[in-house]
């Protein structure tokens, strides 16, 4: 029992700071660039390419891991996020507005959003030695900390004379030390032990292949997609939406801040929920709380309003994160393991993609609310995609 508390403790502090960082790159990386001197459609692309460098990574790795005696989830996480440091501290030095800078950004981000799969891994790692882990509290204490990191930019923003082009100098010192802070923590871990070379033999298998052994499961990787489109389009473009509506860097900490402690009592209290209702019907619930989120949010007419907005993110995100972990847990065997986390999160990746790409496109040709309609309508597709993707899986039971 306190071998499990201590182990459990860890894993919420690792969760704990790497979503701190995550915070940086995924809810600031935008005003960063923008305000290093970069065009909207050039920020687009360049978030495009974090990505595609972080899908790429995830799928070359996590095969790898499955079937590795030496590579486990730890140290692929430890590496990437050192090498991330170095970058972020190498921001310090490189001129605005410069090519260097944008391939510092595009690999630094991509190397820390690379792990977010294989941080879920990690728990179910630790459950097959037959350790207690926690999921649902370990990623409640990640959505508290993600609030924190928000609260905390805006926070530092608003103390350096609340110029939103103050990010530039607080981006780089916050990243290093969120990082550093990751890395210690992971470093207290104990490796995970790895499953024998027999059962880990069933892992070699292509993406072509895992999706033709899980083909049922694919609608619903559509519909995550098309879910996360809208959701990464306001995540990524936030200053510009908030902007619209007279709100300023310090208005996007405290949105961010609500949105992520909206967040905690239905990540701490999953493990309760599951018990009482099936993940497939969860997923579709948190499916259709998407659509209401983002309809507030495409005709909110003040701050206030948007504030309330963040508040169904304890129906939406909150929900559909975990049971995602959950649904691959379920549906994908045991041997395929993190291609099917990698998997899940690919269709978040991806739906980040699109959104960083045509966002940063259509921001530059037509209006903010223009696009958010664009994007409900993504999310309205996403969900009536998950009804009949979680309708086939029922009927193949």
Known sequence: ????????????????????????????????LKYSNFDTSVIGITLTLVSVAALLLQTFTAPVIDRSEKWNEKKLILTTLIIAIILYAAMLVIPE??????????????????????????????????????YGIGRGIGSAAYAVGGAVIGGLVAWQGGADEMIVRIFP?????????????LLTMKDPKKVS???????????????RKYKKITVVIAAMIMLFFCHMMINTYMIDVIKEIG??????????????????????????ILKKFKVNTLMIFASVCYVLKHALICFAPSMP?????????????????????????EHVAPQDRNQ????????????????????GILLSVMSVHGVLLIGLAATVIGAVLMFFGIRILNKAK
Request: contains cysteine.
């Open 1 to 32: 029992m306190n071998k499990n508390f201590e182990l459990n403790l860890k894993y919420a502090l690792v969760n704990a700071f790497y979503f701190m960082l995550v915070c940086g790159s995924g809810s600031y990386g935008y005003n960063f």
């Open 97 to 134: 507005g410069s090519f260097a800078l944008l391939a510092v950004c595009v690999i630094g981000f991509a190397l820390t959003v690379a792990g977010m799969p294989f941080i879920n891994s990690l728990a179910f790692a630790y459950e097959q030695e037959g350790k207690k882990i926690n």
């Open 173 to 185: 010192y916050y990243m290093i030390v969120t990082g550093t802070l990751t890395v210690i923590c």
């Open 197 to 211: 070379a027999d059962h880990a033999e069933g892992s070699q298998i292509s993406y072509r292949e895992f999706f």
């Open 247 to 272: 709100g300023n860097t310090a208005d996007q900490g405290n949105a961010i801040f609500i949105q992520a402690m909206a967040e905690l009592p239905t990540m701490f209290l999953f493990a309760l």
């Open 305 to 329: 309003v948007y504030y309330a907005a963040m508040i169904l993110q304890m129906f939406s995100y909150a929900i559909l994160i975990p049971a995602s972990v959950y649904f691959a847990e």
């Open 340 to 359: 099917g986390q990698t998997v899940i999160n690919a269709a978040t990746t991806i739906g980040g993609l699109l959104a960083s790409l045509f966002g």
